[in-house]
């Protein structure tokens, strides 16, 4: 964090996370109801034919040094590695546009060593590199 304030002109703060909604899974809650009155939760199925997803996913920037603004993406599906990626990147994009260079993200929540996308065990960082950077 020193270094990103050390020179904001090339360094961007972000704050990240995602959240997703199922239309077919039972929500975990508690609750109340009228006393001798059951909780009835409805079990909902989808033909196989359906088009509507089964999900949406929503992938938030939170980035205070733009007068804290905070980039949302909506998404079909579940947050999985190559949609965040995606967000990344496009993230990173629109960063480059306005002269900067690295990201540093600071992400809720991250799930240590679940995705391929990750490199080593317990490995919470994901890099999006512009596609103007080229490789070794």
Do not use: H
């Not at 899974?25 to 079990?43: D, V």
């Amino acid at each position: 964090m020193r270094v990103a304030d050390a020179d904001p002109d090339t360094w961007a703060v972000g704050f990240c996370d995602e959240c997703w909604w199922s239309r077919l899974a039972l929500p975990t809650l508690s609750s109340w109801t009228e006393e001798g009155k059951p909780l009835r939760l409805i079990q909902q199925s989808v033909a196989k034919d359906d088009p509507e997803p089964k999900a949406i996913s929503c992938y938030g920037l939170y980035l205070p040094q733009f007068d804290g603004q905070t980039w949302l993406r909506f998404v079909d599906g579940r947050p999985v590695s190559s949609i965040t990626t995606q967000f990344l990147s496009w993230s990173c994009e629109k960063l480059e546009a306005v002269g900067k260079k690295i990201l540093l993200v600071i992400w809720d929540r991250a799930q240590a060593g679940t995705s391929p996308k990750r490199s080593g065990a317990g490995s919470v960082n994901i890099i999006a590199e512009s596609s103007r950077v080229e490789k070794e």
